[in-house]
């Protein structure tokens, strides 16, 4: 039986996560974290996806994402995904999966929703006592000086 398609909205953002099999890391060191950035901008630019919020950690990744035209988010997601495996497992001398499934989503129906939830992927890093201060972070979107919503 076929999986059922992502409800995707064509402007309304998606709230992202996806982890690691049995959450094991999916990011070992800089390198891997920039190769991510660089696959899911690709993705993203191809697919006509905005980013407004993310943050990389250890063993999941928060995206904040929307589209004009629905299906496109899970596109772009399968498209990055792949390619961040495939980079990742010849890397690091491994095989098999790295993704604990299809990632999972929300809808964010709202500004003061949207809010929240980029309050929450940006703030993630210091609820895991990774640092004290958002900005201290490196891998998240709190560096980001252009607007989040077009």
């Known amino acids: 039986m076929p999986r059922q398609p992502r409800l995707e ?10 982890r690691g099999v049995n959450r094991c890391a999916i990011f ?6 920039h190769h991510y950035r660089r696959v899911l901008r690709e993705a993203c630019r191809r697919h006509g996806v905005c980013v407004h919020a993310f ?12 589209a004009v035209q629905s ?7 399968r498209r990055a995904g792949q390619a961040y495996v495939q980079a990742f497992n010849l890397r690091h001398g491994r095989c098999g999966t790295l993704w604990q499934g299809r990632f999972k989503s929300s809808l964010v129906d709202s500004d003061a929703y949207a809010l929240r939830v980029i309050r929450y992927i940006e703030l993630n890093p210091v609820r895991a006592a990774m640092v004290e201060r958002p900005d201290h972070y490196r891998w998240s ?10």
């Open 9 to 18: 909205l064509p402007g309304v953002p998606l709230h992202v996560t996806q």
């Open 28 to 33: 070992l060191d800089d390198e891997d974290r």
């Open 55 to 66: 943050v990389l950690m250890d063993n999941h990744v928060h995206l904040l994402l929307s």
């Open 71 to 77: 299906g496109v988010i899970s596109q772009a997601l």
């Open 141 to 150: 979107s709190v560096h980001t000086t252009s607007p989040r919503f077009q």
